[in-house]
């Protein structure tokens, strides 16, 4: 075909070409505009054409290479502009809304304890929630047999009743005695298991924080110091302790600690039942049996320990009747304590 005639269906091409996507600019951009461009080699040809026709095909394949300049740059921009408008953004409209959860009350309270206690130069301590029998109770104080095992409703595992669900951190405090030479200062939160019907006021799991400090010379007045700055960064300046005698096979002397209510400033409301005190943990000095249990000389190193529920607390925090609901996961429940964090 003659080359002028063929330059002349290019031009035609160019203006013929509907453009209608993305793609096919993009390859009216290659065809005509590209590196490897058809007019390119429509141009080589020039060589061939006779000398008087020369300029003429040079303005020819110039027209056509203009022609599709032009094409592209206005098929670009409206392309780009339809675009646009496809999108359809309204930048007025309020921007989507992001749900942030809340911190568990649990877990609220709980950090609370280690935090007041990590002043105290208490480092936290966590160890495995199925235990044996050793750590849980015999290491303790509490031999097989032994009465006060059933202060404690435990969970055994079917196949070996040597293993158990933990009914306490205290447990951690024995692996750690077992472990570290004093001075020790641990507090232990976890969550602990024991078999008691489940109501508004127990559980069959709950969570504790436990702590324990060995080294030379503790008493009971550094112990009774603890849980009263303890009690005081908790619940307030205000508040009180008073210690009731008690019983634990793996301290002596025990306590039981009370604070005073926190809700009517002890002048007697329900969540006190009227008494102005409320109890919320267990305490007393390290039996020597257990220190010598777990290879730590009672005649150099003495220590007390105490051992609190969180649930207890955070109950009596926020004035939470029913003891299931820290365990539902109810979203209506959980939403309100957003701003407690
Ligand atoms: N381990 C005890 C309990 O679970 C609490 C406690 C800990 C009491 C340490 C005294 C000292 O009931």
């Known amino acids: 075909m003659d080359i002028f005639l063929q330059t002349e269906n290019l031009l035609k091409e160019v203006q013929e070409t509907t453009i209608d996507s993305k793609e096919t600019l993009e390859k009216f951009r290659i065809r005509f505009l590209g590196s490897k461009n058809i007019l390119k080699d429509v141009f080589g040809e020039i060589k061939n054409v006779p000398n008087e026709k020369k300029k003429a095909f040079g303005q020819l394949v110039n027209s056509v290479k203009q022609a599709a ?90 196949i070996n009743p040597d293993i158990v669900l933990r009914t306490h951190t205290s447990s951690v405090q024995v692996r750690t005695m077992e472990n570290q030479k004093p001075p020790i200062r641990i507090l232990s939160p976890g969550r602990v298991y024991r078999n008691e019907t489940i109501s508004a006021r127990s559980h069959c799991f709950f969570h504790q924080v436990e ?41 002596e002397p025990s306590a039981e600690v009370d604070v005073t209510c926190f809700i009517c400033g002890g002048e007697g409301c329900n969540v006190c039942k009227h008494s102005g005190w409320v109890e919320i943990l267990g305490c007393g000095m390290v039996d020597p049996k257990v220190l010598e249990n777990c290879n730590i000389d009672p005649k150099k190193y003495s220590g007390f320990a105490f051992g609190m529920g969180i649930e207890r607390i955070t109950m009596l925090k926020y004035q939470i009747k029913d003891i299931r609901l820290l365990s539902e996961n109810d979203i209506r429940f959980l939403e309100q304590f957003k701003s407690a964090i």
Not at 71 to 78: C, D, N, W
Not at 110 to 138: C, P, S, Y
Not at 229 to 247: A, H, N, Q
């Open 69 to 158: 300049e032009e094409k592209f740059a206005t098929e670009q921009e409206k392309f780009q502009t339809s675009s646009q408008e496809n999108n359809n953004i309204d930048l007025t409209l309020p921007g989507d809304v992001t749900t942030i959860g809340a911190r568990h009350p649990i877990q609220i309270v709980r950090n609370k304890i280690i935090e007041i206690f990590n002043r105290l130069g208490f480092a936290v301590q966590e160890d495995r929630e199925i235990e044996d029998d050793w750590h849980n109770f015999t290491a303790l104080n509490m031999p097989e047999d032994h009465p006060a095992r059933d202060m404690q409703d435990t969970f055994f595992v079917h």
């Open 211 to 251: 702590g324990l400090y060995i080294d030379e010379n503790v008493s009971f007045a550094d112990l009774l110091q603890t849980l009263d700055f303890f009690v005081k960064e908790l619940f307030g300046k205000d508040i009180k302790i008073k210690l009731r005698p008690s019983y634990f096979p793996f301290t």
